[in-house]
């Protein structure tokens, strides 16, 4: 990545954050993309350039993490199980990340319980599903092209897709329930269903 795009993945990544943190703390509805702009240090014009809604600003986050994890598992092993493969590029993108050690926390419980209200928020979902519809895609595709499958005959690409974003999401949501780590309940998830689910 050359210095120009460097510079914009590092802007895109604080309007985000900002917008994530904004929201948190003031709840969504009460959050415009003029606050966001400023606490991102960026112009509306620019916010503009990046995000067409502060919902999208706030899902880019994510979406960005499960669009990396489709990016890592191209560039498993290609002697790597599937399941192998999607748990380990899973985890790598659900650790801890550059943004929140730049903006750590002070009190977490506050926090979790304004990620909970902000992701409940009625107006976010639409972008919510958007975003996850889209990362869905980029996974159905690198799944495709580890396993030999058609995105256009087979169903199984897209059903291992639909499966790791569901695992994705249930991770989440159980850590804004028990604070354990995401990358350790995402391996487990995902541990899971390769299982089979059996109990």
Request: hydrophobic share 45%; proline share 4%; aromatic share 4%.
């Amino acid at each position: 990545m050359g210095l120009r795009e460097r510079k914009k993945a590092e802007t895109r990544s604080a309007i985000s954050w900002a917008a994530i943190r904004l929201a948190v703390e003031r709840g969504f509805d009460n959050v415009k993309v003029e606050d966001i702009a400023e606490a991102a240090g960026v112009s509306p014009r620019t916010f503009n350039n990046y995000y067409s809604s502060k919902g999208e600003a706030i899902a880019a986050r994510h979406t960005d993490r499960v669009r990396n994890l489709a990016a890592a598992l191209r560039e498993r092993p290609a002697d790597e199980s599937l399941w192998d493969a999607i748990g380990a590029s899973a985890v790598a993108q659900f650790g801890p990340d550059l943004a929140a050690t730049e903006n750590p926390v002070t009190d977490p419980a506050t926090w979790t319980a304004g990620v909970r209200a902000t992701l409940a928020a009625p107006a976010l979902q639409g972008d919510l599903l958007k975003a996850g519809a889209s990362a869905e895609a980029e996974i159905a595709a690198a799944v495709a092209d580890r396993t030999g499958t058609s995105l256009d005959r087979d169903l199984y690409p897209h059903l291992v897709a639909a499966a790791v974003v569901a695992a994705v999401n249930t991770a989440i949501g159980h850590h804004l329930r028990t604070e354990r780590p995401v990358a350790d309940l995402l391996a487990e998830a995902l541990s899971q269903v390769a299982a089979g689910l059996t109990r």
